[in-house]
């Protein structure tokens, strides 16, 4: 997406690049190539070319060393997922993501924190590379919080199982209300938010986290942040007949212009940003002797919503990677990490 064709998103929140971003751009580089994840140099090049280190650093400005260069394993983890049910063919076979993410869930439950089930023979890339990613976020984070996150993953990877996977078997257009609770969860926004916690050392207790303020709060710079992503890459998705993207969706089910439906988003957007600051206002009042949890998680969501913009503005990720002929190029796809041989065009 050409940034001169998208309208103008608010943007109130200042933009800060963590000091260790190289660090964390090299040591993901290296994570990928040693689990496995990313081998083919089509994959390398394209992996390199979205960034994920930088984008790591945008959101999470504050984070030490050692926490940055985890949490751009998990981007990297998340987006290398990601592409795999956009793009490939496991995308349209519930039944097949489903066997994927039933080990993913034992990873996420058990004892040892995967570490068994990462060492058996021929169990699928994407599950050892993420009981390596669990062993080191969960060690030192509360039960609470383990329990917290890993059902946020589970839901994410789950919804994009069954909900959107299954839209795309039988062509289905989702409404927007139904598309903007489900993004949140594909979109995997609620793990990245946990992760706040882990940077900034928090515990946010049940009674806050679980509470309509805290809600309200979050689902809004959630929602900020998962339509930004939708402007972005609206190109990219709807050159692979992707029907997930909120523009899409307001353009078709609202009779409009691709123009006037991403104007109306952007619109949105801003609108919806200024929510966030009204319900961030209003928790602060609800639980004002928890402000010393509260702020720093707060001053986490707004850097989310500064550092994912300045992100797509400039990734490489959303530009148009297709074929002379206008069809998509799925070079790039690792043949195994999903367990799912396939061919060199993303086909089993």
């Known amino acids: 997406m050409v940034e001169n064709h998208v309208p103008q998103i608010l943007s109130l929140f200042p933009c800060e690049v963590n000091a260790h971003v190289e660090h964390a751009r090299e040591h993901l580089r290296a994570w990928v190539h040693h689990t496995g994840l990313v081998h083919k140099e089509s994959s390398k090049e394209r992996f390199d070319r979205a960034d994920f280190g930088w984008f790591a650093a945008m959101v999470y400005p504050t984070a030490d060393a050692a926490r940055l260069a985890l949490l751009a394993d998990w981007f990297g983890w998340l987006f290398l997922v990601d592409d795999q049910l956009d793009d490939g063919e496991v995308g349209r076979r519930p039944e097949q993501m489903m066997e994927v993410f039933t080990e993913i869930h034992a990873v996420m439950t058990s004892p040892d924190l995967g570490q068994a089930i990462a060492r058996r023979p021929g169990v699928p890339v994407v599950v050892s590379s993420l009981a390596d990613l669990w062993r080191r976020t969960a060690d030192g984070a509360s039960p609470r919080w383990q329990r917290r996150f890993a059902e946020h993953l589970v839901d994410c990877l789950t919804t994009a199982a069954t909900w959107e996977a299954g839209n795309r078997v039988t062509g289905t257009v989702p409404d ?6 489900n993004r949140r969860h594909i979109g995997a926004i609620y793990v990245c938010m946990d992760l706040i916690e882990i940077v900034a050392e928090l515990d946010v207790p049940t009674e806050i986290y679980d509470s309509p303020q805290f809600i309200a709060t979050l689902d809004a710079a959630c929602n900020v942040v998962c339509w930004t992503n939708d402007v972005y890459s609206l190109e990219k998705e709807r050159a692979r007949g992707e029907v997930h993207n909120l523009v899409y969706i307001t ?40 402000s010393a949890t509260l702020s720093p998680y707060l001053a986490g969501m707004r850097t989310w919503i500064s550092g994912n913009l300045a992100w797509s503005r400039r990734t490489e990720r959303y530009r148009s990677s297709d074929h002379a002929d206008g069809t998509p190029l799925r070079d790039y796809l690792e043949p195994e990490l999903m367990g799912v041989p396939l061919d060199r065009h993303g086909r089993r």
């Not at 927007?176 to 609770?181: M, P, R």
């Not at 957007?269 to 009042?285: C, G």
């Open 251 to 290: 353009e078709q089910r609202q009779g409009l212009s691709q123009e006037e439906a991403m104007a109306r988003v952007c619109t949105a957007i801003s609108a919806e940003t200024e929510l966030f600051l009204t319900k961030e206002q209003e928790l602060l009042r609800a639980f004002d002797r928890h």
């Open 176 to 181: 927007e209300a139904t598309y903007i609770i």
